[in-house]
């Protein structure tokens, strides 16, 4: 027997249909069996549909709007049944995000059953100090990317005597692919919600901020409906006063996930970093001590308290505690997002739980696009704060992308400096002037007019930028570049002495050819070259070819390729 329907309605399943979906299962069940979840971290599978039974649970993927499909589906039938990659369920520990993808995000009484606010409930119960020492104890560090132990800065605002006091949520989430903070928000945001209520009695604070990026809908709305819940049960009620809970929409700026730019921006200004001191919690939002953290930072908190710090720090290691969300993303076949402790190795996540073939991905790149490039070689590195930065990367809000093989480091690290470069500020000039120097070099290289020298400037720019910008942007911009540098640089000398990339990436280092004896002469890549450059005979003009790659695709023979530039190009027979 059916008893609920639930189907996963994060961001992820909308984008893969979940809204046609939904629509489809209400015209043939009752309403009242249908329940809207978030992500499960099974994005490559959405959309999902978790059918209870007396017997269990039982989930669908890749489901479709259709009406036999859909038929079938509520007969319990096993044509789409949804098996998890078993590798994943051994590396995995969902600690923070048990809930998610389980409970309707904005039901408060379906929280609450779950063990939702008794973390809360027991803080109010306790000394503001004795549950900053609590954290403390769990040795929590900042999830957003610079591992600050957390109840040390919670310390420092408690310790301000001023009434007005301020928490802020950073969840501006800018990184490309990174999408942990999002999940977050829409799947379970009392959670998100009761860390920074606990947070306000820990330090005093009588003022919360979400400042949440308006590319984020479904988050926003999910947190105001939320914050209207707690307001209504009274659950905002801290140290005998109501506490406004403000969200705020972000422009989108990357910049602004530094803290002291996000405060700027939440005051209704530029959002440009300053100099520090005075820090936040000194002075902030308006002049008033304040103290930001993460989303994902805030999510742990209720869980600290309900189980104790010292219970807590029993997961992960010793000086990084906990798990850790990453968006996993890249030439592996199951992306999404996924919750390991601390401490798993990288090859464990991206072999074990990303499900790569095992020795096709050269690289990771770790920590967002101010991260850094890590080798195969160092797949067997723990993940926690200090084995990364030993390596030249951070761990950053924790995007993970997986890179293969075929793939060229010297475009990654252009790829990625050329959105940090987009996203300075502009405020100080190693930041604004550095970054697009680099810029201009490594697209030099992979344009085919690089030079030795130009390898060594980007060595010696990158730490001169590092040194001597403002803030963490600036500060983190040349590390793809400096650790392809350090683990790639045979791919960079390729490209200025030879002019050559190997992964055949580079537009203006190769041509695309036609294998006349392959190829059918179906005309496909005529119909679909976008600049008319395939000849009747089937030849291809380099000269004007985009490299679009559109004649790749739809070839059903694979009879074309991107081949090294001044190679042999095949003509038609």
């Not at 669908?60 to 590798?87: A, G, H, K, Y």
């Not at 869980?303 to 720090?313: C, K």
């Not at 996203?423 to 002037?433: D, L, P």
Request: proline fraction near 5%.
């Amino acid at each position: 027997m059916i008893n609920r329907i639930k189907i996963g309605m994060a961001s992820c399943g909308v984008a893969a249909g979940a809204n046609e979906v939904k629509d489809k299962i209400a015209e043939v069940a009752p309403e009242e069996e249908i329940v809207e979840v978030g992500c499960i971290g099974h994005c490559y599978a959405e959309p999902i549909v978790e059918i209870e039974t007396d017997e269990g649970s039982i989930f669908f993927q890749d489901v479709e709007p259709d009406e036999d499909f859909i038929n079938r589906m509520l007969e319990l039938e096993d044509f789409s049944r949804f098996t998890p990659n078993p590798e994943r369920e051994k590396w995995e520990k969902k600690f923070v995000t048990e809930l998610s993808g389980k409970i309707d995000p904005v039901s408060l009484e379906e929280y609450r059953d779950r063990g939702g606010y008794q973390g809360l409930e027991k803080a109010l119960e306790m000394a503001p100090e004795e549950v900053v020492e609590e954290v403390k104890t769990s040795y929590l560090r900042g999830r957003g990317g610079g591992g600050f132990p957390t109840g040390m800065k919670w310390s420092f605002l408690a310790a301000k005597e001023e009434e007005d006091k301020v928490i802020i949520c950073n969840a501006d989430e800018g990184d490309p692919g990174a999408f942990m903070d999002r999940t977050v928000m829409e799947s379970i945001p009392h959670q998100m919600l009761e860390g920074m209520l606990i947070g306000a009695h820990a330090t005093g604070a009588n003022r919360l901020f979400i400042y949440c990026r308006a590319e984020y809908p479904l988050a926003v709305r999910n947190l105001n409906t939320a914050i209207s819940q707690i307001e209504e049960a009274g659950l905002n009620r801290i140290g005998g006063k109501d506490l406004k809970i403000t969200v705020k929409e972000g422009a989108g700026a990357f910049v602004c996930g530094e803290e002291t730019a996000l405060i700027h921006s939440l005051e209704g200004k530029r959002g440009t970093p300053r100099y520090r001191p005075p820090y936040p919690t000194d002075k902030g939002y308006k002049g008033r001590p304040s103290m930001i953290n993460n989303v994902e930072t805030f999510t742990n908190v209720p869980l600290i308290i309900r189980l104790g710090g010292e219970e807590y720090a029993r997961v992960g290691t010793e000086n990084s505690t906990g798990t850790k969300l990453f968006a996993l993303a890249g030439d592996l076949e199951y992306s999404g997002l996924v919750e390991v402790p601390m401490g798993v190795s990288i090859g464990d996540v991206i072999y074990g739980i990303g499900g790569a073939e095992e020795g096709s991905i050269k690289a990771v790149q770790i920590g967002g696009p101010s991260g850094g490039c890590i080798p195969e070689e160092y797949f067997d590195t723990p993940i926690d704060y200090d084995s990364l930065n030993e390596l030249g990367a951070i761990m950053g809000s924790g995007g993970l992308i997986a890179i293969s093989k075929g793939r060229c480091m010297v475009e990654t690290a252009r790829y990625f400096l050329d959105f940090t470069a987009k996203e300075s500020c502009g405020k100080c000039t190693f930041c604004r002037i550095g970054t697009k120097r680099m810029l201009e070099t490594l697209e030099r290289v992979t344009g085919g007019e690089g030079t030795v020298e130009d390898v060594e400037l980007l060595s010696e720019l990158g730490p001169k930028i590092i040194n001597g910008s403002l803030c963490g942007l600036g500060q983190t911009a040349p590390n793809p570049v400096l650790t392809t540098l350090k683990y790639f640089k045979n791919e960079y000398l390729d490209h200025v002495e030879d002019k050559h990339c190997p992964a055949l990436e580079c537009d203006a280092l190769v041509e695309v050819e036609i294998d006349n004896e392959v190829c059918i002469e179906c005309g496909q890549c005529i119909k679909n070259c976008p600049v008319d450059v395939i000849s009747d005979d089937f030849v291809i003009d380099n000269e004007g070819c985009t490299r679009c790659n559109s004649c790749i695709e739809v070839c059903p023979v694979d009879a074309i390729s991107r081949v090294r530039k001044g190679g042999k190009v095949n003509v038609a027979n």
